[in-house]
């Protein structure tokens, strides 16, 4: 299929699939005798793991680290260990990033409350920031 097809059906755009093929994310496709891409369905198997992956808050990094992996093993078994505990480890990173969400959210419900604003080291930052542009003024 052509990069419009391809693109089309992964559901991404030409511009992103070339560049995974430039960083060796997925295979180069084969050219036609009029010199234009022709990728196969392997690829867009590919793309659409991919695609599902960064969905996912994957590093296009990590998913070049698992698909590498997965090429270089053959057993089955330690390909699903190993994305197992690739899932593991992204789940344990979401959870931690949710619980600073939590803590910030938190300090500024915190802060927008009028009685804890009046002694706020940011009220007190921004009049400061006030005094300066205004004696610049």
Partial sequence: MNSKEISRKS???ISTIRYYEKIELIPSPLRKSNGYRDYDEDVLFLLRIIKKLTYLG???REIKEILNFIQIHSNISDNLD???DILEQKN???LERQAQLKLISDQLADIKEK???EGCPIKKAVKKI???FLKKA
């Fill in 92 to 94: 344990k990173e979401i």
């Fill in 115 to 117: 009685e804890k604003f």
């Fill in 11 to 13: 559901g991404l755009p």
């Fill in 130 to 132: 006030l005094n300066i």
């Fill in 82 to 84: 190993y994305i197992q």
């Fill in 58 to 60: 994957f590093s296009l």
